[in-house]
């Protein structure tokens, strides 16, 4: 899960992505909790693949802890 999700504070505002493409773990779990189902979410997102679903996984650790963005370097 830690390569799937990445964290850059100019990357879609530091917001958690998806690695390689600007699709944060925040529009993704929106569509599924809007119902929507994974082959929905991978039609809408055809640059995603079924193993990217690590966000849920975040998302779900996220729940349970806190996370900060700090400047690099």
């Known amino acids: 899960m830690q390569n799937q999700i990445t964290i850059h504070p100019d990357i879609c505002n530091g917001r958690p992505i998806i690695a390689n493409t600007r699709i944060t773990v925040q529009t993704i779990m929106e569509f599924l909790g809007a ?18 679903y690590a ?4 998302a779900a650790k996220l729940m349970a802890n806190h996370y900060e963005v700090r400047k690099v370097g």
Do not use: T
């Not at 119902?35 to 990217?52: A, H, N, T, W």
């Open 35 to 52: 119902g929507d189902s994974i082959e929905e979410v991978l039609e809408e997102y055809p640059s995603l693949k079924r193993q990217d």
């Open 55 to 58: 966000c849920i996984q975040f």
